[in-house]
């Protein structure tokens, strides 16, 4: 039986390193042979890198976030392999765990992209929502408001419960209810006038 | 002037002024250039007043006048 670490670059890690994927710790072999496994993980890296440098392989995104799956197709690369009637199987895929390192580098581009997608839905909303004013409301005595009211209508200009707002910083029921007692008083009345806007 | 809280209550008014804990996103209604309108839902302590505009009685008097002539 041929020894495949025998056959393997020695610089297999420095390889992988390259490919963005190292050092991994492979936790799991998937379809390939129990007892290739069993040879160790510095087998399966050698065997990954070799195939990785040759282009033969792919690594893509497992289900577990902190591990790639590294799978090539073509075991006849794999000599020592065939010859050790190890791969008679169409592929070979590996699992392999990302070093802390990696991880954080991985976690890092997702929440880049997170946080770039988050930034660009909030500009949407921000450019779709009306521009919001904030109103600091006084709490004065309801005397005072009247009197204040009265003062403001003295000027002669036509108001609404809104300028009266904005000009006197007054809750609305309290400017409704006094401006409903001054009608009945006698002091002011519903203009007929078209209301100037703006 | 009554508060109406009876389930189907409306107001129509050129004009109504709300508050609202909870305000709607907007819905724009179909229709064609001006008659376009948008509707919104108010929720929670909903308070919606008609607002036409006030004036004072003696200013009321006065700017009739000039209601009729606005040139003077």
């Given at each position: 039986m041929v020894n495949p670490t025998d056959v393997v670059p020695h610089d297999a890690e420095s390889v992988l390193d390259t490919k963005g994927v190292a050092p991994v710790t492979f936790i799991?072999?998937?379809?390939?042979q129990e007892a290739y496994f069993a040879a160790g993980t510095a087998v399966l890296s050698r065997l990954a890198a070799k195939c990785l440098e040759a282009g033969r392989a792919s690594v893509r995104p497992s289900t577990w976030d902190d591990c790639i799956v590294i799978q090539w197709?073509?075991?006849?690369?794999m000599e020592p392999m065939r010859a050790s009637g190890l791969a008679d199987t169409s592929g070979f895929s590996v699992i392999a765990q990302l070093s802390e390192n990696s991880r954080l580098r991985h976690e890092n581009a997702l929440l880049q992209r997170g946080l770039s997608e988050i930034e660009q839905r909030l500009a949407r909303i921000e450019a779709a929502l009306p521009e919001v004013k904030v109103v600091v409301l006084r709490e004065i005595s309801r005397a005072e408001a009247k009197r204040e009211i009265k003062e403001l209508f003295a000027q002669g200009e036509a108001l609404d419960y809104e300028d009266i707002i904005d000009k006197l910083s007054l809750d609305l029921e309290l400017v409704v209810d006094i401006c409903n007692e001054l009608i009945e008083e006698g002091e002011i009345a519903p203009d007929a006038r078209p209301h100037a806007t703006g | 002037m009554p508060d109406h809280t009876q389930q189907g209550d409306a107001l129509r008014a050129q004009k109504v002024i709300a508050q609202a804990r909870q305000i709607g996103p907007r819905r724009l209604l179909p229709g064609?250039?001006?008659h376009r309108t948008q509707q919104v839902t108010l929720a929670d302590s909903v308070y919606c007043v008609i607002a036409i505009p006030l004036r004072a009685i003696q200013f009321k008097r006065s700017s009739s006048f000039t209601d009729k002539h606005p040139n003077r």
């Amino acid at each position: 039986m041929v020894n495949p670490t025998d056959v393997v670059p020695h610089d297999a890690e420095s390889v992988l390193d390259t490919k963005g994927v190292a050092p991994v710790t492979f936790i799991d072999a998937g379809r390939v042979q129990e007892a290739y496994f069993a040879a160790g993980t510095a087998v399966l890296s050698r065997l990954a890198a070799k195939c990785l440098e040759a282009g033969r392989a792919s690594v893509r995104p497992s289900t577990w976030d902190d591990c790639i799956v590294i799978q090539w197709d073509e075991p006849e690369t794999m000599e020592p392999m065939r010859a050790s009637g190890l791969a008679d199987t169409s592929g070979f895929s590996v699992i392999a765990q990302l070093s802390e390192n990696s991880r954080l580098r991985h976690e890092n581009a997702l929440l880049q992209r997170g946080l770039s997608e988050i930034e660009q839905r909030l500009a949407r909303i921000e450019a779709a929502l009306p521009e919001v004013k904030v109103v600091v409301l006084r709490e004065i005595s309801r005397a005072e408001a009247k009197r204040e009211i009265k003062e403001l209508f003295a000027q002669g200009e036509a108001l609404d419960y809104e300028d009266i707002i904005d000009k006197l910083s007054l809750d609305l029921e309290l400017v409704v209810d006094i401006c409903n007692e001054l009608i009945e008083e006698g002091e002011i009345a519903p203009d007929a006038r078209p209301h100037a806007t703006g | 002037m009554p508060d109406h809280t009876q389930q189907g209550d409306a107001l129509r008014a050129q004009k109504v002024i709300a508050q609202a804990r909870q305000i709607g996103p907007r819905r724009l209604l179909p229709g064609s250039g001006r008659h376009r309108t948008q509707q919104v839902t108010l929720a929670d302590s909903v308070y919606c007043v008609i607002a036409i505009p006030l004036r004072a009685i003696q200013f009321k008097r006065s700017s009739s006048f000039t209601d009729k002539h606005p040139n003077r």
